[in-house]
């Protein structure tokens, strides 16, 4: 029986055993997933003694994301970009990292929006400069999306991520928090990836009324799910695509990793999650 994990700290309001126990139970697999609440003095010793104790691999979250990557041995070229590991495995006795954030942001945009999306006019703005921005942004490159502007609150931030992911300077610009409207304006692509529009925070305070139409609004907040930014989008008219589907997305490469099965996003499963997330806790 192959056994998988998600560790972090707290866990218990993880989905990711939700997902993965629809997709062992769809597949009718024998295998498991559970959440682990692991201390970041503990993370090493978890990290470099799971195999032995009988798991294939699991998933790393909060906080323990940029310690992971110093831990593993080897990592895929995305982990090393974004230095930081969501996604475990042993492979020949070496304790492999990965980061599936990247894949599972541009997936949920492919599945949501449909072929041809990414021919994005006037180029992309991601608001924000945490670990979530870095995938984010990682993915939309990849894509060859250009220009692809940054802004945060804390400008140094916005700068680091700009020289880290783009160290000739030919993608990336880093926009001033006070010029978010104006940056809005001119992009076909927009991206919250702040955790403003979360259940109890502040909503993020932009203006849509002389977007592109046609243009492109999406939140990786997924609580609420239609956050007060994509609502106020979708009254003007624009496409909106909410944060649910990049969770699901991110989770497909360790379970076919760990399981040996390529797992689908379906109507199904986001249905399971849905209700879970509306749920009086
Ligand atoms: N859908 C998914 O699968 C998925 C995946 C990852 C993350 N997320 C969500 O994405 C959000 C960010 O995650 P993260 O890991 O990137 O967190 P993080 O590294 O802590 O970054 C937080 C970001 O939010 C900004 N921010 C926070 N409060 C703000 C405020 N009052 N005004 C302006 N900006 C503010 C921060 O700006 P400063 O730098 O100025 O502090 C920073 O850019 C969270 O809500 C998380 O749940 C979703």
Redesign the pocket.
């Known amino acids: 029986m192959a056994k998988a994990f998600v560790i972090g700290q707290p866990i218990q309001h993880s989905r990711s055993p939700l997902i993965h126990g629809h997709w062992l139970r769809k597949h009718g697999l024998d295998g498991s997933y559970e959440g682990i609440e692991v201390a970041p003095q503990d993370l090493a010793r978890f990290l470099k003694s799971f195999a032995a104790n009988g798991y294939a691999g699991g998933n790393v979250t909060?906080p323990h994301k940029e310690a992971a990557f110093a831990v593993v041995d080897r990592r895929t070229s995305r982990a090393e970009r974004l230095r930081a590991v969501n996604t475990v495995w042993v492979e020949d006795g070496v304790l492999w990292g990965d980061n599936t954030?990247v894949e599972?942001?541009m997936a949920n945009l492919d599945q949501s929006l449909g072929e041809g999306w990414d021919a994005v006019e006037g180029g992309a703005l991601v608001?924000?400069?945490?670990?979530?921005?870095?995938?984010v942004v990682a993915g939309l490159q990849e894509r060859g999306i250009r220009p692809i502007r940054v802004a945060?609150?804390?400008a140094a931030?916005a700068a680091d991520l700009v020289r880290d992911l783009d160290p000739t300077g030919q993608d990336l610009e880093a926009v001033a928090?006070e010029d978010l409207n104006e940056a809005a304006r001119q992009a076909g692509l927009i991206v919250n990836?702040?955790?403003?529009g979360?259940a109890g925070?502040?909503p993020?305070d932009i203006a849509l009324t002389d977007a592109k139409p046609g243009a492109i609004v999406a939140d990786?907040?997924?609580?609420p799910l239609k956050t007060p930014l994509l609502a106020t989008a979708e009254a003007r008219g624009l496409r909106i695509v909410d944060?649910?589907?990049?969770?699901l997305h991110?989770a497909v490469p360790g379970f076919r990793r760990w399981f040996g099965v390529e797992p689908r996003v379906t109507p199904e499963l986001r249905a399971l999650i849905v209700a879970d997330l509306e749920r009086p806790k």
């Open positions: 909060i954030d599972g942001f608001i924000g400069g945490g670990g979530a921005a870095r995938g945060n609150r804390t931030k928090w990836t702040t955790s403003l979360m925070q502040p993020l990786i907040v997924y609580v944060g649910l589907g990049m969770l991110q």
